[in-house]
């Protein structure tokens, strides 16, 4: 791990240092960008970036879902939202490419209202935090429409409240859970430039 957070810091400084003395085409880059977009750093679903003049860039992403099926003794009724940003900054830029290091973060929230001959309150609640960083490359295919490829590192951090079967009292009761994970995620995009 420590190997890796080495190679990182040398990386990041060499491509700092390389980018400060290249020129930059700026004609082929515009500010403004929209498309889809989903990764383990800064969330998923429909997404804006503004990409400014000193080399950073902010992209948000939202993915909002919700459905209310009633039927006579079960009803499934969901909620799910995915609310994320990221900040960039340029490493290096040409014509057609840019590579660029990303700090970002977004919670994500679902809920599942699943109950049988029961109360709306027995919903299970799923909440997470996720926070990353890394590397990313975006590629221009054509003049306004983009691609873009990410990999690095993540933590993601929960506070769920689900429903938990006991077989001793034969009953599904309400627990707090608090699950965390660390590892290698990666993300992607398509994108419209204006």
Known sequence: MKKI???FCLFAAFSFANAQNSNDNDSQWLQNRIGGYGSFFSGYGLSYQYQFENGFSLKTQ???YGSDNDNSNYNANE???AL?????YNLKRTENTRLYVLAGSFIDYYEDGNY???SPNDSDIERYINVGIGFGIELMAWKNVSFMLEGGYYGRFGNNTVSVY???D???IKETQNPRSFGFGVGGGIFYAF
């Open 84 to 88: 994320g940003a990221d900040l960039q």
């Open 62 to 64: 939202l993915f909002a």
């Open 79 to 81: 909620i799910q939202l």
């Open 5 to 7: 957070l080495v190679f």
């Open 170 to 172: 034969e009953r599904d």
């Open 116 to 118: 049988y001959n029961s």
């Open 166 to 168: 006991r077989y001793g």
